[in-house]
Protein backbone atom coordinates (compact mmCIF):
# COMPACT_ATOMS: atom_id res chain seq x y z
CA UNK A 1 0.00 0.00 0.00
CA UNK A 2 3.08 2.26 0.15
CA UNK A 3 6.56 3.07 -1.61
CA UNK A 4 7.71 4.24 1.78
CA UNK A 5 10.06 1.41 3.36
CA UNK A 6 8.86 1.35 6.84
CA UNK A 7 11.28 -0.89 8.29
CA UNK A 8 13.80 1.63 8.03
CA UNK A 9 14.09 4.44 11.25
CA UNK A 10 15.61 6.88 9.46
CA UNK A 11 11.97 7.91 7.66
CA UNK A 12 9.49 8.54 10.96
CA UNK A 13 9.30 12.06 12.18
CA UNK A 14 7.38 11.32 15.23
CA UNK A 15 8.81 8.94 17.95
CA UNK A 16 7.15 7.37 21.23
CA UNK A 17 8.75 5.57 23.70
CA UNK A 18 6.87 2.00 24.65
CA UNK A 19 7.67 -0.53 27.33
CA UNK A 20 6.70 -4.59 26.68
CA UNK A 21 4.88 -5.37 29.64
CA UNK A 22 5.13 -9.16 31.09
CA UNK A 23 1.12 -9.12 30.23
CA UNK A 24 1.75 -8.30 26.73
CA UNK A 25 3.34 -12.05 25.96
CA UNK A 26 1.61 -15.20 24.77
CA UNK A 27 2.42 -18.66 26.38
CA UNK A 28 5.71 -19.26 24.64
CA UNK A 29 7.07 -15.64 25.83
CA UNK A 30 6.55 -13.87 22.88
CA UNK A 31 4.98 -10.50 22.64
CA UNK A 32 1.24 -11.27 21.53
CA UNK A 33 -0.22 -9.76 18.29
CA UNK A 34 -2.91 -7.71 20.07
CA UNK A 35 0.22 -6.04 21.79
CA UNK A 36 1.44 -4.53 18.93
CA UNK A 37 -1.52 -3.24 17.68
CA UNK A 38 -1.87 -1.05 21.21
CA UNK A 39 2.05 -0.26 20.94
CA UNK A 40 0.82 0.94 16.51
CA UNK A 41 -2.03 2.40 18.28
CA UNK A 42 -0.09 4.57 20.74
CA UNK A 43 2.51 5.84 18.17
CA UNK A 44 -0.17 6.65 15.43
CA UNK A 45 -3.14 8.40 18.43
CA UNK A 46 0.29 10.24 19.38
CA UNK A 47 1.56 11.33 15.99
CA UNK A 48 -2.18 12.79 15.14
CA UNK A 49 -2.61 14.74 18.14
CA UNK A 50 0.54 16.10 17.62
CA UNK A 51 -0.37 17.27 13.86
CA UNK A 52 -4.05 18.70 15.51
CA UNK A 53 -1.77 20.47 17.83
CA UNK A 54 -0.40 22.42 14.78
CA UNK A 55 -3.58 22.40 12.67
CA UNK A 56 -6.47 23.51 15.62
CA UNK A 57 -6.69 26.16 18.74
CA UNK A 58 -6.30 24.07 21.85
CA UNK A 59 -9.69 22.91 22.65
CA UNK A 60 -11.31 21.94 19.38
CA UNK A 61 -12.70 19.16 19.09
CA UNK A 62 -11.81 17.06 16.21
CA UNK A 63 -13.64 12.55 15.72
CA UNK A 64 -11.24 10.87 13.85
CA UNK A 65 -11.98 7.11 13.09
CA UNK A 66 -9.75 4.56 11.65
CA UNK A 67 -10.88 3.10 8.66
CA UNK A 68 -8.49 0.18 7.92
CA UNK A 69 -5.42 -1.13 9.53
CA UNK A 70 -2.30 -3.13 7.91
CA UNK A 71 -0.31 -4.94 10.45
CA UNK A 72 2.75 -6.63 9.32
CA UNK A 73 4.83 -8.58 11.69
CA UNK A 74 8.69 -8.51 11.10
CA UNK A 75 10.53 -9.88 14.09
CA UNK A 76 9.60 -11.04 17.38
CA UNK A 77 9.76 -8.81 21.00
CA UNK A 78 10.14 -10.40 24.20
CA UNK A 79 10.07 -9.46 27.70
CA UNK A 80 11.85 -6.97 29.18
CA UNK A 81 11.98 -4.79 26.14
CA UNK A 82 11.81 -1.04 25.47
CA UNK A 83 10.26 -0.18 22.49
CA UNK A 84 10.43 3.13 20.08
CA UNK A 85 7.32 3.68 17.76
CA UNK A 86 7.75 5.97 14.88
CA UNK A 87 4.63 7.40 12.68
CA UNK A 88 4.79 9.39 9.70
CA UNK A 89 2.51 10.74 7.34
CA UNK A 90 2.04 8.60 4.06
CA UNK A 91 -1.17 10.03 2.47
CA UNK A 92 -3.62 13.11 2.63
CA UNK A 93 -7.34 12.48 0.87
CA UNK A 94 -10.17 15.05 0.76
CA UNK A 95 -11.33 13.04 4.28
CA UNK A 96 -8.79 10.59 5.34
CA UNK A 97 -5.46 10.02 5.54
CA UNK A 98 -2.53 7.65 6.45
CA UNK A 99 -0.15 7.07 8.59
CA UNK A 100 2.43 4.69 8.54
CA UNK A 101 4.01 2.99 11.71
CA UNK A 102 6.88 1.23 12.98
CA UNK A 103 7.67 -0.65 15.92
CA UNK A 104 11.10 -1.13 16.79
CA UNK A 105 13.56 -2.47 19.54
CA UNK A 106 17.13 -0.11 19.08
CA UNK A 107 17.45 0.25 15.54
CA UNK A 108 15.64 -3.32 14.59
CA UNK A 109 11.94 -3.24 13.26
CA UNK A 110 9.86 -5.39 15.05
CA UNK A 111 6.63 -4.71 13.42
CA UNK A 112 4.71 -2.31 10.64
CA UNK A 113 1.59 -0.52 10.16
CA UNK A 114 -0.29 1.33 7.79
CA UNK A 115 -3.61 2.93 8.80
CA UNK A 116 -6.31 4.90 6.89
CA UNK A 117 -7.99 7.46 8.89
CA UNK A 118 -11.58 9.29 8.53
CA UNK A 119 -12.17 12.78 9.73
CA UNK A 120 -16.09 12.81 10.85
CA UNK A 121 -18.89 14.92 11.48
CA UNK A 122 -22.28 14.59 12.66
CA UNK A 123 -23.51 13.83 9.08
CA UNK A 124 -20.26 11.55 7.77
CA UNK A 125 -16.86 11.93 6.68
CA UNK A 126 -15.88 15.42 6.31
CA UNK A 127 -13.38 17.55 3.96
CA UNK A 128 -9.39 18.34 5.58
CA UNK A 129 -8.92 21.95 4.85
CA UNK A 130 -7.56 25.30 6.00
CA UNK A 131 -4.56 24.86 8.42
CA UNK A 132 -4.95 21.61 8.78
CA UNK A 133 -4.57 20.76 5.31
CA UNK A 134 -1.40 22.97 4.74
CA UNK A 135 -0.22 21.13 8.13
CA UNK A 136 -0.68 17.91 6.83
CA UNK A 137 0.61 18.30 3.17
CA UNK A 138 3.98 19.98 5.14
CA UNK A 139 3.63 16.51 6.68
CA UNK A 140 3.99 14.40 3.89
CA UNK A 141 7.08 12.92 2.29
Known sequence: MTDVDLTDPGGYRHWV?????FSDTDMVGHVNNVAFAA?????????????????????????????????????????PARLRVGSRLLRLGRTSYT??????????CLATSVGVLVVVGPDGPMPIG????EVMTAALP
Open 17 to 21: AETVR
Open 39 to 79: YVETGRVAYGMALASEAFDAGTRLNVVLRRLELDFVAEAHY
Open 99 to 108: IGTGVFADDR
Open 130 to 133: GRAR
